[in-house]
């Protein structure tokens, strides 16, 4: 049986915290063809936020081979049809075709993103304490329109 040290259990927690901090304290950035270009390759949190009541409604990862890059531009990709958040967004707003929901995004979200340079497991429990405390409704697998 596996048991973690309470050490590294701590320190896990702190280096948690520190991103969730650094990600809170960070600019978003408009949804923009530009944006795509200016994001970095390494692994790292994203979160989509309204525009207008600034809450967060979506918070992924980018653990992929070209991380937050690759990630946020296959949300931001009318050809790309995988996207949880997109299919449970166009559910809620009855949004059809894949060039709307993009059309969507870039009007009414703002993103947020962090590189972290940590494990993977890092990055999922960061994921994961982010929709618990933004409230985040479309990473809810209860969610229904």
């Known amino acids: 049986m596996f048991f973690w040290s309470?050490?590294?259990?701590m320190e896990s927690i702190k280096l948690i915290k520190k991103y969730?901090?650094?990600l809170n304290a960070t600019e978003p950035s408009i949804i923009r063809?530009?944006?795509?270009?200016?994001l970095p390759i390494e692994h790292g949190?994203?979160?989509?936020?309204?525009?207008r009541s600034k809450h967060i409604d979506y918070?992924?990862?980018?653990?992929?081979?070209?991380g937050l890059k690759q990630r946020v531009k296959q949300h931001l990709s009318p050809s790309y049809d995988k996207s949880v958040f997109r299919?449970?967004?166009?559910?809620?707003?009855?949004?059809?075709?894949?060039t709307e929901q993009v059309e969507h995004l870039k009007r009414h979200y703002l993103l947020l993103f962090i590189p972290?340079?940590?494990?993977?497991?890092i990055i999922m429990a960061i994921e994961q304490v982010l929709i618990f405390e933004k409230g985040s409704i479309y990473n809810n697998e209860n969610f229904k329109t």
């Open 6 to 9: 309470s050490s590294y259990l």
């Open 20 to 22: 969730i901090n650094k």
């Open 33 to 38: 063809e530009q944006l795509k270009s200016e």
């Open 45 to 51: 949190v994203y979160m989509f936020m309204r525009k």
């Open 59 to 66: 918070v992924g990862t980018a653990t992929g081979k070209n």
């Open 87 to 98: 299919i449970k967004l166009s559910e809620d707003k009855s949004i059809p075709s894949l």
């Open 116 to 121: 972290i340079i940590e494990h993977k497991s």
